[in-house]
C-alpha cells in the first residue's frame, strides 16, 4: 500500500498502519519500527530568491586582489584583478601569440614577457600555471 505525502512517497507495509488524526491535518504513523515517513518541502520554501540588493560580495578567487608590479605589466598597468580574470588574460596571451608547444599542447613555451611572471621558465605546464601566478597576488 503506498501513501503519497507531496514529493516523496512512503512505502507501508499493508499489515499494519495506524492514523491518527490531528487538528490541523492526517498525520500518517507506520507502526512497524523500520520504515520511515518523509515530510516534503515545497520548492518556494527551500530557495529563497535572491534580488538585486541582495548580491553578495566576491569571494576568494573572483575578488580582486593587488598584483605585483610584474603581473601589472603583463596586464597593462591594471592594479589589482581577480585570479580568474588574471587567469583568463594569461590564456588570451597565449592564444594570441600561438606559444602552445605544437606537439604537446599541455606545454607553454615562455616568451619575455610570459618569462616575468613564470619565474624565467622557458616552458611551463598549463597546470602550473596557476600556483606560479600565486605570489603576484598580494594581500
Given at each position: 500500500?503506498?501513501?503519497?505525502?507531496?514529493v516523496?512517497s512512503?512505502?507501508?507495509?499493508?499489515e499494519?498502519?495506524?492514523?491518527?488524526?490531528?487538528?490541523?491535518?492526517?498525520?500518517?504513523?507506520p507502526v512497524s519500527?523500520?520504515?520511515?515517513?518523509?515530510?516534503?518541502m515545497?520548492?518556494?520554501?527551500?530557495?529563497?530568491?535572491?534580488?538585486?540588493?541582495?548580491?553578495?560580495?566576491?569571494?576568494?578567487?573572483?575578488?580582486?586582489?593587488?598584483?605585483?608590479?610584474?603581473?601589472?605589466a603583463f596586464?597593462?598597468?591594471?592594479p589589482?584583478i581577480?585570479?580568474?580574470?588574471?587567469?583568463k588574460?594569461?590564456?588570451?596571451?597565449?592564444?594570441?601569440?600561438?606559444?602552445?608547444?605544437?606537439?604537446?599542447?599541455k606545454?607553454?613555451?615562455c616568451?619575455?614577457?610570459?618569462?616575468s611572471?613564470f619565474?624565467?621558465r622557458d616552458?611551463v605546464?598549463?597546470?602550473?600555471?596557476?600556483?606560479?601566478?600565486?605570489p603576484?597576488?598580494l594581500?
Amino acid at each position: 500500500m503506498a501513501i503519497s505525502l507531496g514529493v516523496f512517497s512512503s512505502f507501508l507495509p499493508a499489515e499494519k498502519v495506524s492514523f491518527c488524526k490531528s487538528s490541523s491535518s492526517a498525520i500518517i504513523r507506520p507502526v512497524s519500527a523500520n520504515v520511515r515517513v518523509f515530510r516534503s518541502m515545497t520548492i518556494s520554501a527551500a530557495a529563497k530568491p535572491t534580488t538585486e540588493t541582495e548580491k553578495r560580495e566576491p569571494r576568494g578567487i573572483m575578488k580582486p586582489r593587488r598584483v605585483s608590479p610584474e603581473m601589472q605589466a603583463f596586464l597593462g598597468g591594471v592594479p589589482e584583478i581577480a585570479r580568474t580574470q588574471a587567469l583568463k588574460e594569461i590564456w588570451a596571451y597565449i592564444k594570441q601569440h600561438n606559444l602552445q608547444d605544437s606537439a604537446d599542447k599541455k606545454v607553454i613555451i615562455c616568451d619575455e614577457k610570459l618569462k616575468s611572471i613564470f619565474g624565467g621558465r622557458d616552458r611551463v605546464g598549463f597546470l602550473e600555471i596557476a600556483g606560479l601566478i600565486s605570489p603576484h597576488f598580494l594581500k
